[in-house]
């Protein structure tokens, strides 16, 4: 899938700053604090991560619709790539 220049930029963005919160939590795990600290931050980490992969369907879906690799993508396909997001 191409994504636009811009929105791969954002998405970067996105993905390392989950990169630094991921380091964090695992700081956070071998020091030994609090599981709600812990948890609240591992699910900072997934809503990162989640956003990181809505952006890039989003600004790929004309491509996808158009074409893959192999072909249209039908829309059970389109479908089954938003629920693995889920």
Same mark, same amino acid.
């Given at each position: 899938?191409?994504?636009?220049?811009?929105?791969v930029g954002a998405v970067l963005n996105r993905l390392r700053r989950a990169q630094g919160q991921l380091a964090g939590v695992i700081a956070m795990v071998e020091s030994?604090?609090?599981c709600t600290e812990v948890v609240t931050?591992?699910?900072?980490?997934?809503?990162?991560?989640?956003?990181a992969?809505?952006?890039?369907? !989003? %600004? $790929?879906?004309?491509?996808?619709l158009a !074409? %893959? $690799?192999?072909?249209?993508?039908?829309?059970?396909q389109l479908e089954r790539l938003f629920l693995s997001l889920a």
């Open positions: 899938m191409k994504v636009d220049d811009e929105s030994g604090r609090d931050q591992l699910a900072a980490v997934s809503r990162a991560l989640d956003r992969g809505f952006k890039i369907i !989003a %600004s $790929g879906m004309r491509q996808c !074409a %893959s $690799g192999d072909g249209p993508l039908a829309e059970e």
